[in-house]
């Protein structure tokens, strides 16, 4: 099964917007979007494995222009088949 995340970008100022572009260009990233708040940008990953997203984000990290990156791996929780009531 395939891992997926999200890596949250922040660069130096002014260097957003080529960040992000040279993060595109990537292989297995989905997606790369400039956002607002915090953040510059936020980068959509699919990986085969954890080895793999480790290079990935590390390839990131390599980059001019990047200050710092958060990875967070997408989570996938089983449905609740009774729903609990608050009261």
Same mark, same amino acid.
């Given at each position: 099964?395939?891992?997926?995340? #999200?890596?949250? $970008?922040? @660069?130096?100022?002014?260097?957003?917007? !080529? =960040?992000?572009?040279?993060?595109?260009?990537?292989? &297995?990233?989905?997606?790369?979007?400039?956002?607002?708040?915090? #953040?510059?940008? $936020?980068? @959509?990953?699919?990986?085969?494995?954890? !080895? =793999?997203?480790?290079?990935?984000?590390?390839?990131? &990290?390599?980059?001019?222009?990047?200050?710092?990156?958060?990875?967070?791996?997408?989570?996938?929780?089983?449905?609740?088949?009774?729903?609990?009531?608050?009261?």
């Amino acid at each position: 099964m395939a891992i997926q995340a #999200y890596v949250l $970008i922040e @660069a130096q100022a002014g260097w957003a917007d !080529e =960040v992000i572009a040279q993060i595109s260009m990537l292989p &297995n990233v989905k997606s790369a979007d400039p956002v607002t708040g915090p #953040y510059d940008g $936020i980068a @959509a990953i699919e990986v085969a494995d954890l !080895e =793999v997203l480790g290079t990935v984000v590390g390839e990131m &990290n390599s980059i001019s222009g990047i200050v710092k990156t958060i990875t967070c791996i997408r989570m996938k929780f089983p449905r609740a088949t009774t729903k609990v009531e608050k009261g």
